[in-house]
């Protein structure tokens, strides 16, 4: 299989016969801005091409050393899809239709107003060329860029999640579908990906239809602005820290950190702080005692002195 690396930016090989009419073309073509180049037979077609293969070929069929089917047969198999134009004489439209067929982008007969019409054409044709260049070009920058976010989702140490929401007939959120999970997601909740996608959450964790986490959800899934919140959930028995955003209406996307080791170290160092606030309670209330006991000891032994 051939790549179609060729890119149009108006040049025109013309590969004609009558030298005078492929003068002709050429200066028509010249003068609406196309850079040309000619050739008279197609072993010389083949080379000219091979040195430049961004050019649009306007080919005669009838050539003395080949046919015009030959010659987009040799480049085709070295270079893939060749853009070309027929030109070719009257009562020969059989043959253009044949051409057609290898993949011409269109044909012209050498009849009255030939000249205005072939430049018409490859005009069009020049014009289709470079919509089909940009075309390629985006759909590539697609690819790699979802090749990157494929990279990401798959590695990202934090759990991806993506969903679907679920309304009643008032368009308020009551539940959510999941639709893909990555690894880190399935390692974090220890929910498999494949086992929950296309379930409602409601069915993988029942009980949790019609939550606020739901609702919060059904928000930002409607229209709303991206949220990043903490939150306990009971049927996991974990606290997680949640950044959720919509990537179009409808749907929302979960990032997850699970943060349950952190809450629990946080409630041990609570609870010691706790711990040593009233130990210091217990020690500012002992050295009251003390001081007041002192202070009682210090005036009996004055009335003794008296």
Request: glycine share 6%; charged share 25%; proline share 3%.
């Amino acid at each position: 299989m051939h790549k179609n690396d060729w890119k149009i930016e108006g040049h025109v090989l013309v590969v004609e016969d009558d030298e005078g009419l492929n003068r002709l073309i050429c200066n028509n073509l010249t003068s609406a801005g196309f850079e040309t180049a000619s050739a008279v037979n197609g072993t010389e077609a083949l080379k000219k091409f091979d040195a430049n293969r961004s050019m649009l070929l306007i080919l005669d069929h009838i050539l003395p050393d080949m046919t015009g089917s030959q010659v987009i047969e040799q480049l085709t198999e070295f270079h893939g899809p060749i853009p070309f134009i027929v030109i070719t004489g009257q009562g020969d439209e059989k043959t253009a239709v044949e051409m057609m067929k290898l993949g011409a982008r269109d044909y012209v007969i050498k009849e009255q107003d030939f000249m205005g019409r072939l430049l018409k054409v490859a005009c069009r044709v020049v014009e289709q060329l470079a919509t089909e260049s940009k075309l390629l070009w985006t759909e590539a920058q697609l690819q790699e860029s979802e090749k990157r976010y494929r990279t990401l989702f798959e590695n990202s140490l934090n759990g991806i999640a993506f969903h679907s929401i679920v309304t009643n007939d008032e368009g308020e959120p009551i539940d959510y579908v999941f639709l893909e999970a990555n690894q880190s997601f399935e390692d974090i909740t220890g929910l498999k990906g494949k086992e929950i996608a296309g379930r409602r959450v409601s069915e993988v964790m029942p009980g949790t239809e019609n939550s606020p986490l739901t609702k919060m959800y059904g928000r930002v899934a409607l229209g709303g602005e991206p949220l990043s919140v903490e939150q306990f959930v009971a049927p996991l028995n974990k606290h997680y820290r949640i950044i959720v955003f919509s990537p179009c209406s409808g749907e929302f996307t979960t990032v997850f950190a699970d943060i349950t080791e952190l809450r629990q170290a946080q409630e041990v160092i609570s609870e010691q702080s706790e711990g040593t606030r009233q130990i210091e309670q217990i020690v500012a209330a002992l050295e009251e005692r003390t001081e007041k006991l002192r202070a009682v000891q210090e005036s009996m032994t004055v009335k003794e002195y008296l």
